[in-house]
C-alpha cells in the first residue's frame, strides 16, 4: 500500500501545485485536444489535487457532461468544494477516497484522468485495472506522469544529482515509481486497454523561465524533507542548495525538465 502523499497538503504545496499546472497546463490541454475530449463526456479526475485540472474539465464537457474529482485528502476536498461553489459550477461532483480503495461503478466514465498520480502508487496495476472496469467501451483512460530521466542543471552540480536521486527515493520510501510512464504500456495491457497515445515531453529554460521557477519552487524546499527522511545527506543538501544559489544568479545557467509521458489506453468494445 502506498504511504499518504509525501508532498503534504500545505498552503505552500497548494500554490506549488497551481504554479506547476500554470507551467504544464498547455501539454495537459494538447493531450485531451488529441484525445477529442469535449462536450457531453463524463471523467473522473484522479487524484484531483487543488482541482486545477477539475476546473477546465467542468468547462470542456460542459453542462451535458459530467467531472467527478477524487482525493484523499480532506485539506484538497474542501479547497475544491470551495472552489466549486465560488466558481458556480454545476456538473461536478468530489469524493474522498483512498485511490487503493475505490469502488466504482462499472462502464459509468468515458474518461479516466490522472496527472501525476500513477507514480506514488505501489500497485498501479490493480488501479488500472479497476478504472477500466469503470470506463464504458471506448472509454480511455488517460495518464500524464513520469519516466524522470533528463532532469538535470547546467552547468552541471554533483549535488544537484544527488537530490535527484533523493527525490526519486522519496517516491520509492512512499511506495511509488518515478519511472512509472515507462512502464505504463505493460499496465495497460495487464488492464486490457488499447494503447493509442503516447508522447514524452520535456521542458527547458534559465532562471527567469517557468520551468527553472517550478524547480526553484520545489528543490530548495523538499531538500529539507528529503535530508528528514534520510535520502539526502545535510552535507549534500547545503552544497545542492549553495550551487543552486550561483545557477539562479548565471544568466547562462539552464535547467531540463524530467520527461513527462502522455499516455493513454482505450477500453475495447463489447
Not at 485531451?32 to 471523467?43: C, E, M, S
Not at 469524493?95 to 502508487?121: G, H, K, M, Y
Not at 467501451?137 to 537530490?163: C, K, T, W
Request: aromatic share 10%.
Amino acid at each position: 500500500m502506498s504511504s499518504p502523499y509525501p508532498l503534504g497538503t500545505t498552503d505552500l504545496e497548494l500554490e506549488r501545485l497551481d504554479f506547476q499546472h500554470a507551467v504544464w497546463g498547455g501539454h495537459t490541454r494538447a493531450f485531451f485536444d488529441r484525445l477529442r475530449i469535449g462536450t457531453g463526456a463524463r471523467v473522473l479526475d484522479l487524484g484531483c489535487g487543488t482541482g486545477a485540472v477539475t476546473y477546465e474539465l467542468a468547462e470542456r464537457v460542459g453542462t451535458s457532461g459530467s467531472v467527478t474529482a477524487i482525493d484523499e485528502s480532506p485539506r484538497w476536498i474542501e479547497h475544491v468544494e470551495r472552489e466549486i461553489e465560488r466558481r458556480g459550477l454545476r456538473n461536478v461532483s468530489v469524493q474522498r477516497s483512498r485511490i487503493e480503495d475505490l469502488n466504482l461503478p462499472v462502464e459509468t466514465f468515458d474518461v479516466v484522468f490522472a496527472r501525476w498520480v500513477f507514480s506514488f502508487l505501489s500497485e498501479p496495476d490493480a488501479v488500472a485495472r479497476t478504472l477500466a472496469r469503470a470506463l464504458v467501451p471506448g472509454g480511455v483512460l488517460m495518464i500524464q506522469d513520469y519516466n524522470h530521466e533528463g532532469i538535470s542543471v547546467f552547468p552541471e552540480s554533483d549535488a544537484f544529482r544527488a537530490v535527484v536521486r533523493a527525490t526519486r527515493a522519496t517516491y520509492a520510501q512512499a511506495g511509488g515509481d518515478a519511472w512509472v510512464a515507462g512502464r505504463v504500456a505493460r499496465i495497460f495491457v495487464n488492464a486490457d486497454l488499447d494503447l493509442v497515445d503516447l508522447q514524452a515531453n520535456a521542458l527547458c529554460g534559465g532562471p527567469s523561465s517557468p520551468v527553472f521557477r517550478w524547480a526553484d519552487a520545489f528543490f530548495p524546499h523538499f531538500s529539507g524533507v528529503m535530508e528528514a527522511n534520510g535520502t539526502l545527506s545535510a552535507t549534500d543538501r547545503a552544497q545542492f542548495l549553495s550551487d543552486w544559489q550561483t545557477r539562479k544568479r548565471d544568466p547562462d545557467a539552464l535547467f531540463f525538465s524530467p520527461l513527462v509521458v502522455d499516455a493513454a489506453g482505450r477500453k475495447r468494445g463489447p
